[in-house]
């Protein structure tokens, strides 16, 4: 599942995540999206 979901996210377009605020997501994927985000970052430390 998680497979699936980075995918999706690596395969869609940068360009619609750059005006997305991750303080007021607009919907459940950019929630998703922001949490994804979260992950990484948490990762990388």
Do not use: Q, W
Not at 26 to 36: A, H, K, Q, S, V
């Amino acid at each position: 599942m998680k497979r699936l979901v980075l995918a999706i996210l690596l395969c869609s377009s940068t360009a619609a995540f750059a005006d997305s605020a991750c303080d007021k997501p607009r919907d459940d994927f950019d929630g998703l999206y922001c949490l994804n985000k979260v992950y990484l970052e948490a990762d990388k430390e």
